[in-house]
T-cell receptor, first 109, second 118 residues
Framework: RKEVEQDPGPFNVPEGATVAFNCTYSNSASQSFFWYRQDCRKEPKLLMSVYSSGNEDGRFTAQLNRASQYISLLIRDSKLSDSATYLCVVTSNDYKLSFGAGTTVTVRA | DTGVSQDPRHKITKRGQNVTFRCDPISEHNRLYWYRQTLGQGPEFLTYFQNEAQLEKSRLLSDRFSAERPKGSFSTLEIQRTEQGDSAMYLC????????????????FGPGTRLLVL
């Protein structure tokens, strides 16, 4: 079983829509959680850290459910520029990131 | 640009040849990481340096792979006797060595070296 599993999508949504997706992780000792964004043929870039109480960054909201071992990301008022692959990342130490395979989001005009 | 840089950006080689990639981390970052990403997958951890010390190597890093960071600044990743299965994007990342865990865990990635083994 993979350490981090994500729905690969793709999620095709119109501009202005809300899109949400989850990932699950298998290691209950995982300490920190992140969402990274990766554009086609580019490097991953940190989108946001995920805190136990949930957190927002503009149009992006991340939630963590430790009991069920899943993390969610919600994007409100989608923009064309939100089209990307979103990588769920967990770590159980302070150096090795474990990535999911990514969820592809395409926002259409 | 003061981000992580990698060289070359693309490499095409024939099976059996050796290749070497270079990574220059963000200058004040003590920690350096190598990951490999294949199509449709997320990056997979290969190895980690704190300054010049290589502290962990993944089982993915076979004996054909070697990584160094001799002066605690730039790092090189060498693949000997390349195989077609080595074709992937090789990503380097760096982070500060910080007492604040979240700061240490926030890794900044370079643009990657895309390797194609024919």
């Amino acid at each position: 079983r993979k350490e981090v599993e994500q729905d690969p999508g793709p999620f095709n949504v119109p501009e202005g829509a809300t899109v949400a997706f989850n990932c699950t992780y298998s290691n209950s000792a995982s300490q920190s959680f992140f969402w990274y964004r990766q554009d086609c043929r580019k490097e991953p870039k940190l989108l946001m850290s995920v805190y136990s109480s949930g957190n927002e960054d503009g149009r992006f909201t991340a939630q963590l459910n430790r009991a069920s071992q899943y993390i969610s990301l919600l994007i409100r008022d989608s923009k064309l520029s939100d089209s990307a692959t979103y990588l769920c990342v967990v770590t159980s130490n302070d150096y090795k990131l474990s990535f999911g395979a990514g969820t592809t989001v395409t926002v259409r005009a | 640009d003061t981000g992580v840089s990698q060289d070359p950006r693309h490499k095409i080689t024939k099976r059996g040849q050796n290749v070497t990639f270079r990574c220059d981390p963000i200058s004040e970052h003590n920690r350096l990481y190598w990951y490999r990403q294949t199509l449709g997958q997320g990056p997979e951890f290969l190895t980690y340096f704190q300054n010049e010390a290589q502290l962990e190597k993944s089982r993915l890093l076979s004996d054909r792979f070697s990584a160094e960071r001799p002066k605690g600044s730039f790092s090189t990743l060498e693949i000997q006797r390349t195989e077609q299965g080595d074709s992937a994007m090789y990503l380097c990342a760096s982070s500060p060595d910080s007492f604040e865990r979240l700061s240490a865990e926030t890794q900044y990635f370079g643009p990657g070296t895309r390797l194609l083994v024919l």
